[in-house]
């Protein structure tokens, strides 16, 4: 049975540890909730579906939100949740696309995601299929230059299937000049600026038509700690 988002946080409770990263996990809650409610064309039953959008969680440390929407929306059972971290659990502190279902990407060293994720909509470009990919990356991963590079070949690649969500809750050490969606503006995306904690506001983002223009969504949010 489907959860609300409500219950979210005490899906959350079941997963303990030295290696949370709690309030990196909190920072992407609501994001993580509009995709998989809202956005998302995915069907539980078929993780594997060639058609289904694709997301990819970049910022994999501090998985706990993820694992809990996963279960809300169907896709792992929330008795699972408590094995969170142990040394037999598929579910590690960060996310293993071989071991959970609807993971699309392992994660591990940040800056890498939204590479991954301009690869794979050229990859879909060509194969002519409609999937949409989504990547989920923290605002201090802007600081790896990989990143940079990926939103240079996005925008010059017109990759419109493409939309990036960047929490920002200042975590960066150094900051954007002009704000972090002026870095994506400048390289030809279409580019969004909301708070991440209204549902509304995010739907809406997603949701824009921007043509074959790569998207970012910047979602502000205030960096809590369980």
Request: hydrophobic share 40%.
């Amino acid at each position: 049975m489907q959860m609300t988002f409500d219950e979210l946080p005490q899906l959350m409770t079941l997963m303990t540890g030295d290696e949370k990263h709690g309030a990196s996990a909190t920072s992407t809650l609501d994001v993580l909730w509009v995709l998989y409610s809202d956005i998302l064309r995915l069907d539980a039953a078929k993780p594997d579906d060639p058609d289904r959008d694709r997301f990819y969680l970049s910022k994999g440390h501090g998985p706990m939100a993820y694992y809990a929407v996963l279960a809300a929306r169907g896709l792992l059972s929330p008795n699972e949740l408590a094995s969170f971290g142990s040394y037999h659990s598929p579910l590690g502190n960060h996310p293993d696309r071989t071991l959970i279902p609807g993971v699309d990407i392992g994660s591990g060293s940040l800056g890498h995601g939204l590479a991954l994720a301009a690869g794979t909509a050229v990859a879909l470009q060509i194969q002519r299929r409609q999937a949409q990919v989504f990547v989920l990356i923290g605002d201090a991963e802007l600081d790896e230059g990989s990143n940079m590079e990926a939103i240079q070949f996005a925008g010059r690649s017109q990759l419109g299937k493409l939309t990036t969500v960047v929490i920002d809750n200042d975590s960066a050490g150094l900051g954007w000049p002009g704000g972090i969606a002026s870095r994506f503006a400048v390289e030809g995306w279409d580019t969004s600026d909301v708070d991440g904690r209204d549902h509304s506001a995010l739907r809406q983002a997603f949701r824009i038509d921007h043509g074959d223009r790569p998207h970012v969504v910047v979602a502000h949010v205030e960096k809590k700690e369980n």
